[in-house]
């Protein structure tokens, strides 16, 4: 008999950014899901990585650290999963706290933004969705108007006032796809472009861009994802295929924050050998 293939998850969400489990909870979670392996990809920061290593070593689960780093090209929202980077990379995390910093001062703008209109709320209540240290993003803003009873869900705040084209919209501070590969890459990592085609998005992100980004040493395309329906899946298989990418599959979890559901989408495991092969060793796999 055959052992049964590891289920492989390759991006989830903390509280280090808006997953709504610490980074404990969140590998008590994956245990609970039968994840074998799983990466913690919170959104420009590496805050939830010491946490979550010391669950994966207790809990006994393999453990990828990793960032999702939001980027933008033309007005174009893209997001780049990095793999195994050196937290101690100067350039990638100045970028990254650059990043972060923004953030904050952008929040704070759509939260007055939204006040102004008559959306009761208040920055502090936002703040206080925000763990320490950790990346604020929309979500937080959601979840501040469901905890003062103006909603329910996340879904309810991004449908009506969060979305990209919402009048209560403001830009942050992001890199660009092509420069946050090549900084992934100098950091010793691994660089997987993340949902390229969701479906949610205004408009599609256009194929050249991937084989600029692919030129400049991107290693694979998340094709498996929650935002990619049967057209945008082919699309990114054929295109992988094409530019000899490797093809990652993951759920995207944000807790409680999103209805993605742990492993609904796995990697399998050969993938998962290429990345750690193609990484430069400085950070490793955790493994149980
Ligand atoms: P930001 O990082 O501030 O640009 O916010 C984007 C984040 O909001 C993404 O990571 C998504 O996971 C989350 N998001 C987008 N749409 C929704 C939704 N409908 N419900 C819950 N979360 C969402
Ligand atoms: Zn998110
Ligand atoms: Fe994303
Ligand atoms: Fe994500």
């Known amino acids: 008999m055959t052992p049964s293939a590891p289920v492989i998850d390759l991006h989830t969400h ?9 980074p404990t909870a969140l590998v008590e979670s994956a245990v609970a899901a039968g994840v074998d392996v799983l990466a ?15 669950a994966a070593l207790r809990l ?35 970028e990254l706290a650059r990043a972060r910093e923004s953030r904050t001062t952008r ?48 879904d309810e705040a991004f449908a009506s006032w969060l979305h990209d084209g919402s009048e209560f919209y403001v830009h942050h501070y992001s890199l660009d796809p092509v420069e946050a590969v090549r900084l992934v890459r100098e950091a010793g990592g691994v660089a997987v472009h993340a949902h390229p085609f969701t479906r949610t998005r205004a408009r599609v992100a256009p194929d050249e861009l991937v084989e600029e980004m692919a030129a400049a040493g991107l290693a694979g395309l998340e ?3 929650r935002d990619h329906g049967a057209d945008e899946r082919r699309r990114a298989g054929d295109l992988a295929r094409a530019l000899g ?25 050969e993938v998962l050998a290429q990345i750690e092969e193609r990484s430069s060793g ?3 796999v955790v493994r149980p």
């Open 282 to 284: 400085v950070t490793q």
């Open 60 to 94: 006994g689960i393999g453990l990828v650290r990793g960032i999702e780093i939001s980027c933008k090209r033309d007005g174009r929202s893209i997001h780049l999963l990095g793999y195994l980077t050196d937290p101690a990379s100067p350039d990638l995390m100045t």
């Open 245 to 269: 990418l490797l093809v990652t599959g993951s759920s995207d979890y944000h807790g409680t924050g999103k209805r993605n559901r742990l492993a609904e989408h796995t990697t399998r495991a």
């Open 40 to 54: 913690i990809t919170d959104h420009d920061t590496v805050a939830g990585w010491d946490e979550s290593t010391g």
């Open 223 to 225: 094709v498996d994802h």
């Open 14 to 22: 903390s509280t280090a950014s808006d997953g709504t489990d610490s």
């Open 107 to 154: 929040l704070e703008r759509m939260v007055c933004k939204m006040a102004e209109a008559g959306i009761p709320l208040t920055y502090a209540e936002v703040l206080a969705q925000v763990a320490p240290g950790a990346t604020p993003g929309r979500p937080h803003i959601a979840d501040a108007l469901i905890a003062n009873g103006t909603i329910t869900h996340r």
